[in-house]
């Protein structure tokens, strides 16, 4: 089983690949997910844990289709 910590930094890794793909600063994917700049800058080094709520709000400020 991998820590959590491990598990933070992959998904912040991914997400951050997600917004970049998307030309999307992360202001501007704060603004579309609903949640604060300093919360994508921080989930995004691996430093927040993140709801499935949340992320899904994150996801689909990235257009991705795996929470609709």
């Not at 994917?29 to 994150?58: H, P, Q, W, Y």
Request: with cysteine.
């Amino acid at each position: 089983m991998q820590d959590d910590s491990n598990i933070l930094q992959r998904i912040g890794a991914k997400i951050k690949k997600l917004r970049l793909e998307k030309g999307l600063s992360q202001e501007e994917l704060a603004e579309k997910s609903g949640v604060d700049r300093t919360f994508i800058g921080g989930l995004e080094r691996g430093e927040r844990n993140v709801s499935v709520m949340t992320l899904c709000d994150i996801l689909r400020g990235v257009n991705s289709q795996i929470c609709n």
